[in-house]
């Protein structure tokens, strides 16, 4: 019966051809503008370490005062002071502080110009608290963080570059006239957003090609490439020691925690903390300290481009129309089949039989409007660059998933739209269209 009611729907559509193709492309077009702008919300909203990112906190601490804080916040990030704490105290499973750096590749071959490579002065701990997939080699270890070893981890990209892809473990690469010891090659890895680097606004930067001890980056006054915050006055400061104990921030702090229990004894620890450097003078408020997690925090700094929203809203509001529209064609196709309804109904055919055979026409509407849909939606990710910025443009892609999805929501849409027309089309009384004919 299935198949008998497919066959009735593609003889009712091809004969009138006009209406089916403008069914056909309003349902295209609604679906394409709705999964071009839901690819993008999908690609910036998604957890970027869902396996861990209850477990990874942001701790943030209140050195401005409430003077000079927006919404009673405290700063985004730590100065070097608070950071330098934090780690001294170790009172998570791991910790890291990390900031943006930029440093000149030189290359060993002397024909070759030297470049820029973006990445993070950090921690060792860096690497296990992120789950960073290693290519080759792996992260250093607290030991070369206390003693300040100039060590280096690299990108698969940027050992690609250099070395051919050939294991550089233990290999020396020169970085603005300082030497490195290569101790890693980090795999793919390039999470969006960026949820350990959004202060200084790297959400949806290139992937980082360098990481260095964050030690030894201070010790060579590494400086930071990132924002660097100094509350209402501005001022840096004049040294590199002024600038380092000042209250500039500019420092991204993680900690990882496990459980209910170690994220309450961290907060108590954040605010004794507090209140010690209330007592020594430094802070003249109540401890006003913050500890967020991955989602928490991405959800604070809005990581989610709010034109993603907007566009999305607007395109599904434009499915909405583009429904209605076919609704309206819907009906005035289906009415003006009356007759042939009250033929089938005194035959014996049943109103299910009605809904049935519409319904099914409906949805193969829907599959060739999806069809148009697929190919309008590759078309419109080549245009996403004029929408959204390009960093966030290029993270959306049209893949098996979204396919599917594009097909099932242009079915389900028109069937659903079908709903109202067939109901319609199945209160047709057969005697009054027999007597009428």
């Keep these: 019966m299935f198949v008998h009611n497919l066959r009735l729907g593609a003889a009712s559509l091809r004969r009138n051809v006009l209406l089916t193709t403008l069914m056909i492309m309003s349902i295209g077009f609604g679906v394409a503008a709705s999964m071009v702008t ?37 700063p985004s990030a730590l100065n070097y002071v608070d950071a330098v ?4 105290a170790h009172k ?18 002397p024909h070759r110009m030297p470049f820029k490579a973006p990445g993070y002065a950090t921690y060792g701990d860096f690497f296990s608290m992120f789950d960073v997939p290693f290519l080759f080699g792996s992260g250093w270890s607290d030991t070369e963080d206390e003693a300040r070893e100039p060590v280096i981890v690299i990108s698969r990209e940027l050992n690609q570059k250099l070395f051919g892809g050939s294991n550089s473990v233990g290999q ?22 960026r949820f350990f680097d959004t202060f200084s606004g790297n959400a949806y930067a290139d992937p980082a090609q360098i990481y260095i001890p964050f030690t030894y980056a201070i010790a060579q006054h590494i400086d930071t490439r990132g924002n660097n915050n100094c509350g209402s006055d501005g001022k840096r400061g004049d040294t590199w020691d002024s600038w380092l104990q000042g209250e500039c921030v500019w420092i991204n702090p993680w900690v990882e925690l496990d459980n209910a229990a170690q994220v309450q004894a961290y907060r108590q620890f954040l605010d004794g903390y507090a209140r010690e450097q209330r007592e020594a003078g430094r802070f003249n408020w109540a401890p006003n300290n913050r500890l967020r997690d991955v989602r928490e925090w991405l959800d604070y700094q809005r990581a989610v481009p ?8 607007l395109a599904f509001g434009f499915l909405l129309i583009c429904l209605v529209n076919t609704i309206g064609l819907l009906l005035a196709k289906f009415m003006r089949r009356a007759p042939e309804i009250g033929v089938r109904r005194a035959l014996g055919a049943s109103r299910g039989d009605i809904y049935r055979q519409f319904l099914a026409e409906a949805a193969m509407v829907g599959l060739a409007g999806g069809a148009l849909g697929l190919m309008f939606t ?6 996403l660059g ?9 993270l959306a892609h049209l893949d098996v998933s979204l396919m599917l999805l594009t097909l099932l929501v242009a079915i389900l849409a028109t069937v659903v739209a079908a709903f109202y027309p067939t109901w319609r089309a199945a209160q047709v009384q057969p005697a009054w269209q027999l007597k009428s004919n």
């Design 378 to 383: 590759a078309i419109g990710m080549l245009g």
């Design 38 to 74: 839901f690819a993008v919300f999908r690609a910036v909203s998604g957890d970027p370490i869902p396996q861990k990112s209850s477990q990874l906190f942001v701790p943030l601490i209140d050195n401005r005062g409430p003077q000079y804080n927006r919404h009673g916040e405290p």
């Design 172 to 193: 020396r690469l020169v970085l603005d006239d300082k030497q490195y010891r290569i101790v890693g090659v980090t795999n793919k890895w390039d999470p969006k957003p």
């Design 92 to 109: 998570a499973v791991r910790q890291t502080m990390l900031y943006p750096v930029g440093l000149s590749v030189m290359p060993d071959d």
């Design 306 to 313: 709010p034109e993603s929203r907007i566009s999305m809203t």
């Design 85 to 88: 704490a934090l780690m001294r």
């Design 386 to 394: 004029m929408v959204f910025e390009p960093q966030i443009a290029r």
